[in-house]
C-alpha cells in the first residue's frame, strides 16, 4: 500500500537553529515527491517538487533532497516567518497526490 | 500569482442537508482536483476531473458526492446527505498550466463545512 511518514510530528526552533524534516515513503511507481507548505486555516503552497533519488532543490531557506525512500527538507537558519506546517506528498501513476500528516514548526525569536 | 477562488469560506449544516462547494479556478484550465482535510488529519484525495469528466475518484468519494462544471467557469463539489463525518476542510486545486498533470497545485483557500 502507497504510505507517507513524515518526521518528527512537531518541532520546535530557535531562530537562526538549522534543522532538518523528514519524509519517507512506499510508493509503486513514483511519478515525484512534492513539498507544499501549509499555513493554519490556508490551502496548502507549493514548494518543490523532486523527480529522481539525488535531485536537490533550493528555495531561500529550504533545501530539499531526494533518496530512493526519503526525503528531507533542510532549514537553515530559519526566522519565525517560517513557522507553518510542511506537509510531503507523492505522487504515482494516477492523478491523485498522497499526503503525510505533516511537520509543524514552530520558530521563535 | 494565478488563483483559485473558493465559496464559501464557512459553512455550517444540519445532518441530511445538501451542501454545495464553489470553485473558480484558473480560467481555461482543463484538470481541477477535490481534495479534503479533516481537522488534524492529513490532505486526502477526493476526485481529479479532467476536460469536463471525472478522471479518478477515491473510495471517499461515494455516491453522495458529484462534481460539475456547470456553466464553463465554476467548479462545484455537492454532497447530498451530509453526514457528521463530512465536516472537514475542502480545497479544490488545479495545475499552473492546466493542462499537464505534474502534481505542482494551486490550492484555494478552502471551504470549512460543519455539519452538526
Known amino acids: 500500500e502507497d504510505q507517507v511518514t513524515q518526521s518528527p510530528e512537531a518541532l520546535r526552533l530557535q531562530e537562526g537553529e538549522s534543522s532538518s524534516l523528514n519524509c519517507s515513503y512506499t510508493v509503486s511507481g513514483l511519478r515525484g515527491l512534492f513539498w507544499y507548505r501549509q499555513d493554519p486555516g490556508k490551502g496548502p503552497e507549493f514548494l518543490f517538487t523532486l523527480y529522481s533519488a539525488g535531485e536537490e532543490k533550493e528555495k531561500e531557506r529550504l533545501k530539499a533532497t531526494l533518496t530512493k525512500k526519503e526525503s528531507f527538507l533542510h532549514i537553515t537558519a530559519p526566522k519565525p516567518e517560517d513557522s507553518a506546517t510542511y506537509l510531503c506528498?507523492?505522487?504515482?501513476?494516477?492523478?491523485?497526490?498522497?499526503f503525510g500528516t505533516g511537520t509543524r514548526l514552530q520558530v521563535f525569536p | 500569482e494565478p488563483e483559485v477562488t473558493q465559496t464559501p469560506s464557512h459553512q455550517v449544516t444540519q445532518m441530511g442537508q445538501e451542501v454545495i462547494l464553489r470553485c473558480v479556478p484558473i480560467?481555461?484550465?482543463?484538470?481541477f482536483y477535490w481534495y479534503r482535510q479533516i481537522l488534524g488529519q492529513k490532505v486526502e484525495f477526493l476526485v481529479s476531473?479532467?476536460?469536463?469528466?471525472?478522471?479518478?475518484k477515491s473510495e471517499i468519494f461515494d455516491d453522495q458526492f458529484s462534481v460539475e462544471r456547470p456553466d464553463g467557469s465554476n467548479f462545484t463539489l455537492k454532497i447530498r446527505s451530509t453526514k457528521l463525518e463530512d465536516s472537514a476542510m475542502y480545497f479544490c486545486a488545479s495545475p499552473p498550466t492546466g493542462i499537464a498533470n505534474t502534481g505542482e497545485l494551486f490550492f484555494g483557500e478552502g471551504s470549512r463545512l460543519t455539519v452538526l
Open positions: 506528498a507523492v505522487g504515482h501513476n494516477t492523478d491523485k497526490l498522497i
Open positions: 476531473f479532467y476536460n469536463n469528466e471525472i478522471s479518478e
Open positions: 480560467s481555461n484550465h482543463l484538470y
